[in-house]
C-alpha cells in the first residue's frame, strides 16, 4: 500500500507564501501525474495544479501566475510553491497521486492524502 504524507500547510497574511510538500511512501509503483486539490467549507473540492510524468502542468486559472506545482520522482514528492497568497485560497489542500502498479501493470493506483489546512488571513 501507498500513503500520501502533505506538509507545509499553516496560517499566513496575504501576500505572503507557502510550500506544500507531498511524500509518498510504501510500495513502489510507477507515477503518471501528481496533483494538488483544494475544498474550501461549503464548496465542491476543486483541481490547483496538477503535473504528469513528462513535466507537463495545469493550474487552475485563480492560481496561474502565483502558484508553481514541481515534483521529485526519485523521491516520489510533488511541491506546490504558493505565492502571493489570498484570503480566497483558504481551504484544506489534498495530494493526489496515481500510476500504475509495479508488481502489476494492469492494476492503475490513485491515492489521496488527508489533508492540509492553509488558512491566509486579510
Known amino acids: 500500500q501507498v500513503q500520501l504524507v502533505e506538509s507545509g500547510g499553516g496560517l499566513v497574511q496575504a501576500g505572503g507564501s507557502l510550500r506544500l510538500s507531498c511524500v509518498a511512501s510504501g510500495s513502489i509503483f510507477s507515477i503518471n501525474a501528481m496533483g494538488w486539490y483544494r475544498q474550501a467549507p461549503g464548496k465542491q473540492r476543486e483541481l490547483v495544479a496538477r503535473i504528469t510524468s513528462g513535466s507537463t502542468t495545469n493550474y487552475a486559472d485563480s492560481v496561474k501566475g502565483r502558484f508553481t506545482i514541481s515534483r521529485d520522482n526519485a523521491k516520489n514528492t510533488v511541491y506546490l510553491q504558493m505565492n502571493s497568497l489570498k484570503p480566497e485560497d483558504t481551504a484544506v489542500y489534498y495530494c493526489?497521486?496515481?500510476?500504475?502498479?509495479?508488481?502489476?501493470?494492469?492494476?492503475?493506483?490513485?491515492?489521496w492524502g488527508r489533508g492540509t489546512q492553509v488558512t491566509v488571513s486579510s
Open positions: 493526489n497521486v496515481d500510476g500504475r502498479a509495479t508488481y502489476n501493470s494492469g492494476v492503475y493506483l490513485v491515492y
